[in-house]
């Protein structure tokens, strides 16, 4: 079944791009890397948005969902108007990309796998509490370990679109549930900065859909059957449905913050935790079900994230040694390369140990820095190879795409700064 499940994409693929009033029936990739990049800890921000500040900053939430359009639509075009792959763009730039990418995607990976599992099984313990979540974090791991190394991208993304609609049912069916006042609501989009507000609205423009992931993008766009320029209307529709299904995700989360917890007393706990505080709001307020539905959201939430990872960066990784051996592998063959599956092992395995340990703080230090500097690293990056003769001059970056880019490394470079100085401090 999944052999003519890819055959379909692919002839779906080789008969052209669709016209304009066909494209809702291929959407794919942009669904895939929006509902990878919205993690536990992007429910957690925009839920503590609405709970400190109603709506106030309802309008960043709608601003990280621009940005993050701007960069994934770069990375797409880079892919469909070269014909290269992101990593081969970098390669360009010089060997220090190489070394930065192995020492990140190395800590990176370790220290994310234990903490998606963990969040996974939070969630999970909490839904169906017959284990704790340890047991469940080791089950969503290897859940997503077999089920990625043993299927290609047309399965995964049919899975991935099942957990974004279970997603929006569910959260989007909540804020319905709390009553939202619109008249506020609709205020909430004119950018306003409550006192010391600062970096917090920055990390959350910044938190809103995805890190690494972002660069896997154009992987995915390319495993869809998407190569050449022909393809970008249909690549930047895509890009757009995925980022505006997640902004209406998230405006839902702040929702829920602004009308049940904004000026309740109510004070969330930091990190995933928060959400089950939300969960014992909701049973005391509207009922088993409604607390019920949203853990459902929840899991899906984490778990879906689980598996973009699993799939999206093991792509990069196994781009990474591929072009570092100098071998000229066809990108359907990235899925099934040992690098892959290697790096779909110590995204899995290793990490298992810090869910029993707990993870060591020179390690979340290392983590820390690293993550804040990869938005920033790939805002430049693309901004050096979009504007370089490298691409063809049509798909270079225009005004509107460069001034996104430059705010977004900007933006990011501030934040990583906050973070580096957070750490040190």
Known sequence: ????????????????????????????????????????????????????????????????????????????RWHLATGRTMFEGWRDLGSWTSVYFLIYVVIWGFVYGATVMSSTGLAMSALVPVMDTTGWGIVAGLIGFVFVAFNRYALFERVMKFFIALMFVTVVTLAFLVAPNLGNAMGGLVPRLPEGSAIYTLGLIGGVGGTITLASYGYWVNAKGWRTPAWMPMMRFDNTVGYVTTGIFVIAMMIVGAELLFNSGVVLAGGDRGLLDLDAVLRERLGDFVATLFLVGFAATTFSSLLGVWHGVSMLFADFVTRMRGQDIDRDGLEGSMAFRFYLFWLTFPPISLLFLGRPFALVVAFGALGALFMPFLAITLLWLLNSKRVAQEWRSGWLSNCLLIASAAMFAVLAFSELMNLLG
């Not at 379909?8 to 008969?15: F, G, I, K, M, S």
């Not at 791009?17 to 993690?39: E, L």
């Open 1 to 76: 079944m999944p052999n003519e499940q890819r055959q379909a994409e692919r002839r779906d693929a080789d008969a052209g791009p669709p016209p304009a009033s066909k494209r809702w029936k291929m959407v794919g990739p942009g669904i895939v890397v929006a509902v990878t990049g919205v993690g536990a800890g992007d429910l957690v921000a925009t839920l503590i948005a609405g709970n400190r500040f109603g709506y106030t900053l309802l309008w960043a939430a709608v601003l990280g969902c621009v940005v993050k359009i701007a960069l994934s639509e770069a990375v797409g």
